[in-house]
Structure formats: structure tokens, C-alpha cells
């Protein structure tokens, strides 16, 4: 049989950041053509507004322009950062104990390559926040120097610790610009533009994360980087305990994959993946949750079984005996009468 042709990745990166680099060009009186003709965009179609270029593509278009223009800001802010800015970034948070502190470092140190704006780690209850205080006015360049600089601290994070990190909401000073369908691959989660700064929000139980990297998986990355700007991560090391309290949160649903799926913003497929790297299952999720809830309904309530089972998420009692025996080995009548002596 025939192999079946690969298909071509998505184009999903504005064509727009393309004409942001490209001023970067202009203002240091270089000419784009030989870029262009790298990564196979016409000069024409930069001035298309629905136009989209690949990952790979963006890639290998940042990674010549840095050279090129030795800034791997990119012309995003009001000076060069010299080849090799990032990566001293990373190197001096690589020592953390935990992403938090890791974070904080990065922020800090930031602000010795540029002060256009400054990054800060706000930590509200549950929620952690990157935001970014705007120090300098960038017409031109606003939104991507805004789009780089997240993106990258994100990413960043998330190799810090192995792990996907979603987001819980990402927002911008700035009216929503005509590639804002771009955002959902940029930044997955809650949009919101015409906000007072630009942010995004995490859960905070990330940053108490560990760093799973040392100085030798720091060279290897900072040998091709970018991806890690243009692409999300698929590993969540914080996933079991999120679908957890996605499913503790309503235990009287039945809570099917899609529904669990959708509340994390993930696809069923990826959440069904990762759980299997994990060790878990959503069944096995389901199950353990349904029977921390009965057991604590059984010992703290007076509610007949029916109800209790109805409570924990099953549609009968029967099925709700069933399965409970197969936890503990008792009627849900026995649990209660060992438990009350």
C-alpha cells in the first residue's frame, strides 16, 4: 500500500509578527530579502493581514533575524539584547529549588537587559500572574514585544519543570488586533484585551514545582530554543490533581471526558494521553473521588444511601452498592454501622 502523505503542519503565527521583525530591519537599514527567501515568504503576503506562517517557519525566520541583527529581542525593545541574553537568564535561575524562585530570578534579572518594561510574579490565593509594567511607548512593535516577552518567560517555565503549565487567563493593553484567533494557540485559556496591563495566570501549585534541568540539559536546549516559544508543551506534571478537583468540584455529575476535558482546556484525546503518562486514568480518577465523597457522606450524614449515592455521582443505588463494594469490600450499610461502632 501507498504511504499516506504527511500532512503539512498548521499555519497558525500571525504574519503580522513577521512585518514587526521586518521593521527591525528597516530601522537598522538592513534588507529582509535574504530572510525572506530562507523561510519561502514573499514580500507580498507580509502585508496581508490573514496571512499565517508555521512554527518551523517562525523559527527559523527569529533565529536568522537574531543573528542578522544580533538582538534577540528581535527589535521588541527600545535596545539590542546581545545574542546570548536569554541564555544567561535561564543560567541564573537554572540553580532555583523551585519554579517560584526561578520565576522571581528571571523577572529580576530582566530588567538589567532593558527597562521598556518590567516583569513581576504576583501571587493572589490560588493564582499566580506574570504582569508587565510598560516603561517606554512602542507604537510599532507593542504587541509583539509584549507577545515575545510572555511567550518566552512561559515557555521557559514550563521547560523548567518539564511540565505544560495552562493558562488560567492571558490579557493585553490593547484593542483585539485582526489575527486575534492566533491567541488561542499563543496563549490557550480565557483571552481578554483592552486590559489595564498584560498578564497571564497560572495556578500557583506550579510554583512549587521543583526544576528537573541541570547546566547540561541548559546547553542542549539553548542549542534550538525557539521552540519553546512557539510551541506549547504537552506534558502536566500538576494534571492528576487538576482533574481531581475538576471532578470534586461537581461530584454529582457524571463528568464525561469532554466535560473534564473542556474545564482544563485540553482536548480529550491529550487529557487521556497525559493521564496514561501519569499512571492514572479518568476512571480510575472518577472512581477514587466518588468514593472519598460517599465515605465522607456515610460517616458525617444522616442521608439514606439513595441520596448518598446520588450525591457521589451515580444515577442508581444499585450501581452505587456495586461499585462501593468493589472499594471496600462492605455494603455502604456496613461502612456506616464499623465506622459508628
Known amino acids: 500500500m501507498p504511504a499516506r502523505p504527511v500532512p503539512a503542519p498548521a499555519a497558525a503565527t500571525p504574519m503580522a509578527y513577521v512585518a514587526a521583525i521586518l521593521t527591525a530591519y528597516q530601522r537598522d537599514g538592513r534588507s529582509p530579502a535574504k530572510l525572506l527567501k530562507l523561510v519561502q515568504i514573499t514580500p507580498a503576503s507580509v502585508h496581508k493581514p490573514a496571512a499565517r506562517i508555521t512554527a518551523r517557519q517562525m523559527e527559523l525566520l527569529s533565529g536568522a533575524a537574531m543573528q542578522e541583527l544580533g538582538d534577540e529581542a528581535l527589535g521588541a525593545f527600545g535596545r539590542k539584547l546581545p545574542w546570548g541574553s536569554y541564555g544567561m537568564l535561564a543560567r541564573a535561575s537554572l540553580s532555583s529549588p523551585t519554579l517560584g524562585l526561578a520565576l522571581k530570578r528571571w523577572c529580576r534579572h530582566h530588567a538589567l537587559l532593558t527597562d521598556d518594561l518590567c516583569l513581576k510574579l504576583v501571587v493572589e490565593g490560588e493564582q499566580a500572574a506574570i504582569v508587565v509594567q510598560e516603561n517606554a511607548d512602542h507604537a510599532v512593535s507593542r504587541e509583539f514585544s509584549l507577545v515575545h516577552v510572555l511567550r518566552n518567560i512561559h515557555g521557559l517555565a514550563c521547560w523548567f519543570i518539564d511540565s505544560r503549565i495552562p493558562l488560567q487567563g492571558a490579557r493585553f493593553p490593547f484593542p483585539a488586533p485582526p489575527h486575534a484567533d492566533a491567541y488561542a494557540h499563543m496563549f490557550p485559556g480565557p483571552l481578554k484585551f483592552d486590559a489595564p496591563r498584560a498578564a497571564i495566570r497560572f495556578d500557583a501549585r506550579y510554583l512549587a514545582l521543583p526544576l528537573r534541568r541541570d547546566e547540561k540539559a541548559l546547553h542542549a536546549m539553548l542549542q534550538r530554543a525557539l521552540p519553546l516559544t512557539v510551541l506549547q508543551y504537552r506534558r502536566d506534571r500538576l494534571l492528576v490533581q487538576q482533574v481531581r478537583l475538576a471532578l470534586a468540584a461537581q461530584p454529582e455529575r457524571s ?87
Open 255 to 341: 463528568h464525561s471526558a469532554q466535560d473534564v476535558a473542556a474545564a482544563l482546556h485540553v482536548s480529550p484525546r491529550t487529557l487521556h494521553r497525559q493521564l496514561k503518562e501519569e499512571g492514572a486514568s479518568l476512571q480510575q480518577l472518577k472512581d477514587e473521588v466518588r468514593g472519598e465523597r460517599a465515605r465522607d457522606l456515610l460517616c458525617r450524614s444522616e442521608q439514606p444511601v439513595k441520596q448518598v449515592a446520588a450525591a457521589a455521582g451515580f444515577r442508581n443505588e444499585k450501581s452505587f452498592i456495586r461499585a462501593f463494594r468493589q472499594w471496600t469490600g462492605q455494603s455502604p450499610a456496613q461502612f456506616r454501622a464499623l465506622q459508628r461502632g
